[in-house]
């Protein structure tokens, strides 16, 4: 098994480009199971979730291969409608692959999905948006078998703005008869990129990013070619172990507008931002001082999916912070690990009181989820000696190769083979 060796107390320097947004990549893959035709997606990021999206595209007939930095996908002989227990454990993004898979084939079968275990993450909106649209749904043994020969439009309301059920939705509407309309709509910037890419291939759906999604059925969806969003939380990562370590950095192809939670707390607190077009440059003396709360919220509040990288930075700033953690109830499995670096944290029910203190040291840590993994990372580059993490394939799922990244900034890091 992999692990990640970082030894501490660099500052980072120098620019980097921020890759495609896995977030986006994994619902737009799903999506091209609608496409009768050619899909070409640029700037194709090798995260291991996307690869694994990939092989449960070409397990339902699809074809792939890569040119340079493009992925060119052959959708014409999408006939198969299972996505069977060992490829559905590798990722959670299966799951909203059902929607596609309905609206082209008019069954499905999916096992229940993997990815990380930060919640119980239930998918019953997922199923009640699905039966919205007529389709009849059985749950037996651990597989979601599904009917939809008679899937048409209608009014999906959302108890809650799950993005990963808004999308299902989106796509299951796409193909259908009528008009779809989702009430409650989470309003995450993937969301909106996965309605500009069905729109290329030919679909009619507006509202993204509001939380009313329209959606007028079209018979087929052809051929797209399309470039997905820049990853928000990569960029984020990075800005906070800039943060963190001091020093100078500058990353391109970041759409900033997206990490503005993320630049109000930060910004003239424990560093200086600049932004200029897709450039945000992060100037920080790592004299930091700390954030008295944190909150998770869906877009566009403070992401979950940042709230390990700020809970490391927190716990080398002056002061006492508080973290609540409002969308998944186990997303603190990283606390411990932190602990034995020298954090100091309590923890009880989603919240996390953080005293910062003068130094982390350096230890043998895992990873036990991608972000809280991430986390580590950022909190080893500041530590005093080494940092061992293990299980980095959880990282893999949503970072090519944050080691390569963070040493081109000048971070003393390596992955090495155990």
Known sequence: ??????????????????????????????????????????????????????????????????????????????????????????????????????????????????????????????????????????????????????????????????????????????????????????????????QNFLNKAGAKIKGAGTSTIIIDGVEKLGSVEYTPLPDRIIAGTYIIGSVMCGGDITLTGVKTEHIQSLISKLDNNCCKITIKGDRIRVLSSGKLKSINKIETMPYPGFPTDLQPQIMALETISNGTSVIVENLFETRFKHVGELIKMGAQILTEGRSAVIKGVEKLYGAEVVATDLRGGAGLVLAGLVADGYTTISNVGQIKRGYESIEKDLSILGADIKKVES
């Open 1 to 194: 098994m992999d692990k990640i060796i970082v030894k501490g107390g660099r500052k980072l320097s120098g620019e980097l480009e921020i890759s495609s947004a896995k977030n986006s990549c994994l619902p737009i893959l799903a999506g091209s199971i609608l496409c009768s035709g050619e899909v070409i997606l640029h700037k194709y990021p090798k995260y291991d979730d996307v690869t694994n999206m990939i092989e449960i595209l070409q397990n339902l007939g699809g074809k792939s291969k890569v040119q340079s930095q493009s992925l060119i996908l052959d959708m014409n002989n999408i006939s198969k409608f299972e996505i069977p227990r060992e490829l559905a454990s590798l990722t959670r993004s299966s799951i909203f692959s059902l929607g596609a898979i309905l609206g082209r084939v008019k069954f499905a079968k999916v096992a229940y999905p993997g990815g990380c275990e930060i919640g119980a993450r239930p998918i019953d909106l997922h199923i009640k948006g699905l039966e919205a649209l007529n389709v009849k749904i059985v749950d037996r043994r651990g597989y979601l078998t599904c009917d939809g020969r008679e899937l048409r439009g209608g009014n999906v309301h959302l108890d809650f703005p799950s993005v990963g059920a808004t999308e299902n939705v989106m796509m299951a509407g796409v193909l259908a008869k009528g008009k779809t309309k989702i009430f409650n709509a989470a309003k995450e910037p993937e969301i909106v990129d996965l």
